[in-house]
């Protein structure tokens, strides 16, 4: 067990608040990215997992405060941020009308750097490889593709920016637990090896153990447990045993 006490922290929330009307659905969150660390966030539905991720994205109103590297982050310089950043969405997210490799290049022949096509289309050839594709896939459409395959691709496109943060919302829903197991591996094997600091949000406990290091679980709007994600099984904490049995895990 490390103590990552002494890392960095990429991301820190502060008393991080979030109301709907007169829901208070975050409620003073308080948490703690460290460098490299792939965190964990489970809970059942409806408990605010998603909106977290809304708010650390910048896509809604919140109250309190959230650091990125130590630097609070506010409308002005949300740039900071985006920049370093990929996401898989739940469902993939994947444009319909762009084949494989467009979606794969988009961000990258859409930014700034202005790169040509054939460079896009190579790295989006060697990304399809990187997330155990053929390159043949490359020209077909997302709707030719399984979900599972329609997964790898979505993380292929966020990977293409190399970015150094990941965020992931319920990865493998709508997957058979075969292929569920498959991106929970792939997604461990990368962020780890390209030591990227990454948010997993999902309600299986499975996904969380295979991809993460530490893990807190929501209630109430606040971190009801938060430790190892290999100690999850073993905490005494009542709502996190009744949920982790009701899934027989
Ligand atoms: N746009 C919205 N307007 C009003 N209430 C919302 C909105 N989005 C989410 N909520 C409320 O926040 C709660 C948490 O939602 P969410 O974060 O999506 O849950 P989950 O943990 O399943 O991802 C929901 O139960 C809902 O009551
Ligand atoms: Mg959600």
New binding site residues.
């Given amino acids: 067990m490390t103590d990552q006490s002494d890392k960095k922290i990429a991301i820190e929330t502060i008393d991080l608040l979030k109301r709907?009307?007169n829901?208070i659905?975050i409620n003073k969150l308080n948490l703690r990215i460290p460098f490299g660390t792939s965190m964990g966030i489970m809970?059942?539905?409806?408990?605010?997992?998603?909106?977290?991720l809304?708010c650390i994205l910048g896509l809604?109103e919140y109250e309190g405060d959230i650091f990125y590297e130590g630097t609070l982050l506010e409308k002005k310089n949300r740039g900071i941020f985006y920049k370093n950043f990929g996401m898989l969405f739940q469902g993939s997210a994947l444009f319909d009308s762009l084949t494989v490799w467009q979606n794969i290049a988009f961000k990258l022949i859409n930014s700034a750097k202005k790169i040509s096509n054939s460079e896009a289309k190579e790295i989006a050839i060697h990304l399809l490889r990187d997330v155990g594709l053929d390159e043949n896939v490359c020209k077909l459409m997302p709707s030719e593709l399984s979900g599972g395959m329609q997964k790898r691709v979505a993380l292929a496109r966020a990977l293409a920016d190399k970015p150094s943060l990941l965020f992931f919302?319920e990865p493998t829903t709508g997957l058979d637990p075969l292929t569920s197991s498959s991106i929970n591996e792939l997604i461990s094997t990368i962020v780890k090896r390209d030591n990227i600091t990454s948010l997993i949000?999902s309600?299986d406990p499975s996904s969380i153990i295979a991809i993460c290091d530490e893990v807190i679980f929501?209630e109430d709007g606040k971190i009801g447990w938060r430790g190892k994600a290999s100690k999850m099984k073993f905490s005494n904490h009542q709502l996190l045993k009744k949920y982790l049995g009701s899934l027989q895990v």
Avoid: R
């Avoid at 809970?43 to 977290?52: A, D, E, N, R, Y």
């Fill in positions: 709907f009307d829901e659905v809970g059942p539905s409806g408990t605010g997992k998603s909106v977290l809304k809604t919302d949000i309600h929501i």
